[in-house]
């Protein structure tokens, strides 16, 4: 079983950072992707950011050059660091990873239970 637990989330001024972290725990071989994912109320889930299992990164457009995707392996660790807060990015924001059980298994993806962040104008 695998799980993905997210912290960081919080209540921040426009302008503001927050720094998210989600870690994957479990019976786990190995992480390709790992990406986050936000959803505002009634939106639908978007993806935010993406980081591949070598090293290439993907952005939405919304928060590109203010958002940055970052992973520890060592810790089965990713990140996001949010700067220049917006209230448009009001959400909650999903962690999804997919991981490998074992060498011959193939790739589940995960998400975590989500970390709400609310940015007041």
């Known amino acids: 079983q695998v799980q993905l637990v997210e912290s960081g989330g919080g209540l921040v001024q426009a302008g503001g950072s927050l720094r998210l972290s989600c870690t994957a725990s479990?019976?786990?071989?190995?992480?390709?992707?790992m990406a986050w994912y936000r959803q505002a109320p009634g939106k639908q889930r978007e993806l935010v950011a993406l980081?591949?299992?070598?090293?290439?990164?993907n952005y939405a457009d919304s928060v590109k050059g203010r958002f940055t995707i970052s992973r520890d392996n060592a810790k089965n660790t990713v990140y996001l660091q949010m700067n220049s807060l917006k209230p448009e990015d009001t959400a909650i924001y999903y962690c999804?990873?997919?991981?490998?059980?074992?060498?011959?298994?193939?790739?589940?993806?995960?998400w975590g239970q989500g970390t709400k962040v609310t940015v007041s104008s």
């Open positions: 999804n990873a997919g991981i490998m059980a074992s060498v011959v298994a193939g790739t589940n993806y995960y």
């Open positions: 479990g019976s786990i071989f190995r992480i390709n992707a």
């Open positions: 980081l591949s299992s070598g090293g290439s990164t």
